[in-house]
């Protein structure tokens, strides 16, 4: 029902740019909380930013002043700008979407897989030295 595709995702070296897109369907994107996970070989996937219904964007703070989070509700997209790129930004990254209600427990990490209900299939990036 709820779908998510996300793309962009590549190779660039440190310091470059990318922008990864994430379309929806099957709901209307403006009454869910939408976010983008990462997950790094070897390690945990983590919450790097996410937007929920009527709020702002927020962000982990390893990418804070980096990335940017924004959400075209016309066309069903959100999007991660990554600027200023990091070998250490190299990952799978997911999108991620739901209505889920907390408390959302996961050990005082931003962000919590239980909130989100729907996920994408990832797009992978690898950032170079």
């Known amino acids: 029902q709820v779908q998510l595709v996300e793309s962009g995702g590549g190779s660039v070296q440190a310091g470059g740019s990318l922008r990864l897109s994430c379309v929806g369907s099957?709901?209307?994107?403006?009454?869910?909380?939408m976010a983008w996970f990462r997950q790094a070989p070897g390690k945990e996937r983590e919450g790097v930013a996410v937007i929920r219904a009527g709020g702002t964007p927020r962000y982990v703070d390893s990418v804070k002043g980096r990335f940017i989070l924004s959400k075209a509700n016309a066309v069903n997209t959100l999007y991660l700008q990554m600027n200023s790129l990091k070998p250490e930004d190299t990952a799978m990254y997911y999108c991620?979407?739901?209505?889920?209600?907390?408390?959302?427990?996961?050990?005082?990490?931003?962000?919590?897989?239980?909130?989100?209900?729907?996920w994408g299939q990832g797009t992978q990036v690898t950032v170079s030295s």
């Open positions: 991620a979407a739901g209505r889920n209600r907390g408390p959302f427990v996961c050990g005082g990490r931003f962000l919590c897989e239980s909130e989100f209900t729907t």
């Open positions: 099957g709901f209307t994107s403006s009454n869910y909380h």
